[in-house]
């Protein structure tokens, strides 16, 4: 009988293995040729040439597409001349999805990044040059990119982030003397008023309650013991008209720096560009050898772009064990950089007088807002998969889902050394619709919904603009963020939430679970380690673990922070069982049906132990001090 049943088996073993159509492979590699076919010997040097040879091959109706496209990477650098796009026609399916993926045991690098070379020594007669600065500081020329000299705000040496020159120099901050709204002027003690050389690139970074400002110096005029500062527009009209955040001037005056100068290059470790001469000038820090290491200024604000739209997504990609690095973020040396909240920054904002339009009586200002650039943009698209990358060394935020996208997975991935927000995710009511305005669209297909951000490492962002966060979701529906670890931040952890409005909106079944945040709001004040706002039914914010949170001696309100705080309209949330050292929350003119159950010290230390990364992902933050 067995013997009679053997041919049959291996018959249906035979048909079985004929139906399983190989997958697509094709392999890229900086050492590879774009005129190349794509294979292992013969690779592709950019992962442009690879997706459009896979979408070719979906276009021509190749059989083996069916089953998957994995575009494998060897590792190195890849510097892009222009974003990658990945787009509905090059979408997979449920269990044959494009991936792009290293080789084994290599790391692939996407860098928007240009290496500053040809260092030389420079002169003591250099225009500008402070005393102590001459004989320690190295000159070089600008590096052209796409045909034209580069210009930037950040600049990375040996991998490590160099400060823009600045005064007082890191971490101290001077003090305004005076703040004239009426007549638009700042006034600084003389002592920082110059002369300036260079002075069309001056700057002022002013720290204002929970964001910061960064405004660009018109004129400087001399007054008394001090400076009257003008800045220029459009900045200089949002700064002074809107009403939140402001400097606040009691009890010792707004806290501040300059920059953008190179009077103020005075320490190891500062830059700064000559913009108008073509020269970048650096001091370097101890064993720093400019022959020998590499420096590198970014170019492109966005690496990656994963976009469709509503009715044709872009589905089935997964980027995993990817290095993200090297953006830039011009808008401040441009048109200045005034933000709402979470680095969302203002393009029309005021004071109402009287208060109230026709949605909000009471409301007493307007604002419209623009959203900061990723790294990774990811937006009308569903069913996408970030593992295992790295997010690093990029001046604005790491990546962000914009506008109808669901069912995705963020986990196991590392945001560290990042200009503005780690991750950023949903609506924020972005112009042409006034921020105050509850989010609710026609089509609820825009509605970023069912989206999963697990067991990611989320450190030291906001390294630019101070008020950004390490997780920062707007209007978001059923998002899930747990298991993360969210430390070193300048404001808050993590947000949730946008509109500070109790009216319905978007927004509903969010969880924040199971989170280890720590070591936040070190630079700005009303901040917390997890914030909301708006009516959001269902949502649960438990089990976290949040500890170690110490303020800035310049905020102007030394105690206005807090472990857990539900803003402006927050509704309908449920906080139950989060550890934290002492019962330090803050419920400010919330909604009804907010619930609060077992938070602080006496929680369970079972929470402390399981919140974090979890097992598998520990060796992200291998120095993770477990409780």
Known sequence: ???????LALCMLVVASLSAKAEVVVWVSPAGSDTNQGTKDRPFATPAAAVRHARELRRLGNEEVASGVRIILRGGVYRLTAPLSIRPEDSGAAGAELTLEPAPGEFPVLSG????????RATDATPGLSVAARGKVWVAEVPEFQGRPLEFRQLWVAGQKAT???EPDEPEMARLTEWRRDAHLAGIPSSLAGPYHHATGLEMTLLQMWEIAKLRVKKLTPDGDQALVEFQEPESRLEFEHPWPQPVMEPSGAAF???GALELLDQPGEWHLDRQAGKVYYWPRTGEDLARIEVIAPALETLVKVSGS???????VVLHGIGFQHTTWLR??????????SGMYLTEAYKLRPKGTPEWRSLDNQAWIGRPPAAVLVQGAHDIELSRCRFEHLASAGLDFRWGTRHDLIHGCVFRDIGGN???LGSFQEAPIETHLAYHPEDQRAICVSETIRNNLVTHCGTEDWGCVGICVGYGREVAIEHNEVAYQPYTGISLGWGWTRDANAMRDNRVVANRIHHVASRMSDSAGVYTLSAQPGTVIQR???HSITMSPYVHDPEHWFYLYLDEGSSHITVRDNWCPAERFLSNAVGPGNVWENNGPSVSETVQLEAGLQSDYRDLSPDEGRP
């Open 1 to 7: 009988m067995r013997i009679a049943l053997l041919p």
């Open 113 to 120: 990044g240009v290496p500053v070379a040809g260092w030389r």
């Open 164 to 166: 823009r020159a600045r």
């Open 257 to 259: 720096y300059l920059s």
């Open 310 to 316: 509503l009715d044709r997504p872009v589905g089935h």
């Open 332 to 341: 401040p040396s441009q048109q200045g950089h005034v933000p709402l909240q």
């Open 422 to 424: 780690g991750l950023q």
């Open 544 to 546: 976290n673990y949040i």
